[in-house]
């Protein structure tokens, strides 16, 4: 028996995955245990969790896969170096934080001091891990695989073709040409400054118009190769000490773009400033110029190799607009994005990567993202035991239903307008709630999206909220066709369709959707059954179960949620909490 623990440390989404012979058994993000955003630094808390499902301690474990090598493209960074002579800082915090990425043994000792790791740590190309994370977990046995991120090991984007157990590496971009570099400084230069906002850019840019598509093309430079290109008189990154933070904690990164950025797009917006129509058309001219240099790549990969398939992975994966676009801007015919497309998916891509290095066959497809802690029934009724007080105070009344009722019920309530958190199972890998920690409602309300920012979300009224649909109803509702299970694919809703669930319906006519079976999940599968057979309407509104924090990991997170917003109802396995007096 293999034990292989996968990490992603010292980055954003700080993560951890465990394999026993090659075979998933956890994997969770640190920022669910920490409770803070992105949580940058060693993972010990998801380790922990993943020793803890696996039945296993440290000293279990045979093999640390690490999901960077900080000798990976070390020509690359001395040529670099040597020509364009950065300022010393940068120099020198890029050799710092390479010394305290090297320890990743010595944190364990200090997280697990009464267990020794007596196995071999492995340095994984970041890339590399990127990759075999789509490709390894695909439907595919043969497919081209690309990779696209802001920056890691000195590549921001890396691709090639995968065939069983191995991937060919063909192409690379170094540092410090990288679309991701691009999309996060429009993502700054627009006002939003925190670590992931780029979402927010792409939720942004249908309310506006390519406008500025000639100024970003002067920004991104597309070659024949199929690679891109950065004007670095437009950036920063490459020359001056940028305010980083990876560690224990909230990640942050400074200012990317340079002054000249300005005189290309007008001044920046600062974050309290009023959204302008400039901005919107900003947004949508980056998220056009993305496209544009996405879809030059995929298609000069086509052309090559001639296959049907593709498997995305980095961050630039999560960008579902792009990715629901594929199969109609692009000849491949079908597409894989695992749920954890960004840096906390390298936990497991670097772990498979090293369990196939090591002689190990494919396991199974990933079709469903549920890897994280369940807790059952005993543990739910001993939380509403002790807080009985509270509950009461709340005027919420307590009952437990079995099955056939509580999916019923559940399905009535959302039909009636009501807000309903919904906590079943595995907690899910990756950054979308996918109906085990979820806020569900209605999505023929036009009003629903102003309800749930009211009562719980308060979040930016351009963001879109996702539908949930039955699986074998997708080609009915959408333009598009597929399977879309991790919510990773934005398709156009039919247009006869979209009046009726005006609540997922985007501003531009489309709807980012996830796609759910009985297989991969048959109680969320059998509520929107219900919610189906009661209104005709084959989905459901799903947002992730938070406010302004990670999703819930816990029962008693999840009640705190509950009892400190609006919600109306609270749904844990099969025990219901409802307000006497459902919230308006």
Known sequence: MSLILGLNAFHGDASACILRDGVMIAAAEEERFRRIKHWAGFPSEAVRYCLQAAGANLSDVDHIALNQDGRANLARKVAFTLKQRPEMALVLERLRNKHERAGAADHLARAFPDAKFKGRVHAVEHHIAHLSSAFHVSPFEEAVVVSVDGFGDFASAAWGVGRGTRIEVEGRVHFPHSLGIFYQAITQFIGFPHYGDEYKVMGLAPY?????????????????????????????????????????????????????????????????????????????????????????????????????????SGGCAMNSVANGKVTVRSPFSSLYVQSAAGDAGGAIGAALSVWHDLGGARGEVHTHAYWGPSFDAGEVDALIDSRAASIEAAGCRVERLDDAALFEQTAAAIARGEVVGWFQGRMEWGPRALGNRSILGDPRRGDMKDILNLKIKRRESFRPFAPSVLREAVPDWFELDGDVPFM????????????????????????????????????????????????????????????????????????????RTRMDRLVMGNLVLSRTQPHA
């Open 488 to 563: 990773m694919q934005v398709y156009p809703i039919r247009m006869e369709r979209r009046a009726t669930i005006a609540a997922v319906t985007h501003v531009d006519g489309t709807g980012r959707l996830q796609t759910v079976t009985a297989a991969a999940n048959p109680r969320y599968h059998a509520l929107i059954t219900a919610f189906h057979k009661l209104t005709g309407v084959p989905m459901v509104l799903n947002t992730s179960f938070n406010e302004n924090e990670p999703v819930v990991c816990t029962p008693v997170e999840a009640l705190d949620c509950f009892l």
């Open 208 to 312: 506006g118009q390519p406008t500025y598509l000639d100024a970003m093309r002067r920004i991104v430079r597309l070659l024949p190769t199929g690679a891109f290109e950065l004007d670095l008189d437009y950036f920063r990154h490459h020359r001056e000490k940028i305010d980083y933070q990876w560690e224990d904690g909230s990640p942050h990164v400074g200012s990317l773009f340079s002054d000249r950025l300005a005189s290309l797009l007008g001044p920046a917006r600062a974050g309290d400033e009023p959204l302008e129509q400039r901005h919107k058309d900003i947004a949508r001219s980056a998220q056009a110029m993305y496209e544009e240099a996405f879809f030059h790549l995929l298609n000069a990969l086509h052309s090559k190799h001639r296959l049907s398939a593709v498997a995305l």
